[in-house]
């Protein structure tokens, strides 16, 4: 019999997406207008996979995390590589093993992170000098250590995942990441007026991100059961870091795609974009939310 906390979440995940489908079309009709939100199919797939990785932990866990990380890391070489970086065979496959290989060390080797990253950043850094070739060696470097960075920050998942109580704690940052971003497109394209950063993002709204802060907290609330630990106080100041390094991580990312000059990380995703596009706030509130939850437990 499953866990009543998992079949809470299977039922989330079909309700959620019902409701999302109906704010779309309803919203549109009694608005008059259109809105461009063609998600859906993928981000039942992202819910899935999610959902999947959090409930089988283990090597099914980290072999997701894994392909995502790579797939990741790809997109950042071939972002790099469109805004003038040059990448030599050496440092795209130190950056692509050191990235990959991170969440199955956090999963079976935890005490060991720190040693394996500190090495593989090191490897990274000294190609340049093996190689003997100074050339755009600092790019070489940075888009290794940006690979590193990118991995570690999103592994946090995992480490969220071996908390007490875990698997809601990953359920939890991971819908109420999906809602700050879902919610802030929604309330943007139906009363978005004024834009602030419209030469990074011309869809991000003052209008879509007070909505989004609204809606997060409100479906905290809703997943309350998610994280039974949390007192209300505590469940609602974890919906507002969440939102707000949402946004921040979307915004980060869209200022790297603008310097290089590219729409989307990749297509793999269809519509939406690619890896990158998909978990780019994920890499911000993973972090935040696991040292939010460890500053309450210092703190008790």
């Known amino acids: 019999m499953l866990d009543p906390i998992v079949s809470k979440t299977i039922v989330f995940i079909i309700t959620i997406f019902v409701?999302?489908?109906?704010?779309?079309?309803?919203?549109?009709?009694?608005?008059?207008?259109?809105?461009?939100?063609?998600?859906?199919?993928?981000?039942?797939?992202?819910?899935?996979?999610?959902?999947?990785?959090?409930?089988i932990s283990g090597i099914v866990q980290a072999l997701i995390f894994s392909v995502i990380i790579y797939l990741g890391v790809i997109e950042i070489y071939r972002a790099g590589e469109a805004g003038g970086f040059v990448a030599d065979k050496l440092s795209k496959g130190l950056a692509l093993a050191g990235a990959s290989l991170l969440p199955l060390i956090i999963s079976y080797k935890p005490e060991q992170t720190f040693p394996f990253l500190t090495l593989a950043g090191l490897a990274i850094f000294c190609v340049p000098v093996f190689q003997r070739n100074f050339k755009l060696a600092s790019n070489k470097v940075a888009l290794g250590i940006f690979s590193l960075a990118f991995a570690w920050m999103f592994s946090h998942l995992i480490l969220i995942r071996s908390l007490a109580g875990g698997f809601g704690f990953a359920m939890f940052v991971v819908f109420i990441t999906d809602a700050a971003n879902s919610m802030a497109a929604v309330f943007g394209q139906l009363f978005g007026k004024r834009k602030y950063i419209p030469g990074v993002s011309p869809g991000k709204s003052v209008e879509g991100s007070l909505g989004s802060f609204l809606m997060t907290i409100v479906f905290a609330l809703i997943l309350k059961f998610w994280v039974p630990t949390l007192?209300?106080?505590?469940?609602?100041?974890?919906?507002?870091?969440?939102?707000?390094?949402?946004?921040?991580?979307?915004?980060?990312?869209?200022?790297?795609?603008?310097?290089?000059?590219?729409?989307?990380?990749?297509?793999?995703?269809?519509?939406q974009g690619g890896i990158l596009d998909q978990f780019d706030s994920m890499v911000y509130t993973a972090p935040v939310f696991f040292y939010f939850l460890k500053m309450l437990e210092y703190f008790k």
């Open 19 to 55: 409701i999302t489908t109906a704010i779309h079309f309803v919203g549109s009709k009694l608005l008059r207008k259109k809105i461009e939100y063609t998600r859906y199919p993928m981000w039942l797939l992202f819910a899935v996979t999610m959902f999947t990785a959090a409930f």
């Open 231 to 271: 007192t209300i106080p505590e469940t609602v100041a974890a919906a507002i870091l969440i939102c707000f390094f949402a946004q921040i991580g979307d915004l980060v990312f869209s200022v790297f795609k603008r310097e290089v000059g590219i729409k989307d990380y990749s297509n793999i995703l269809l519509e």
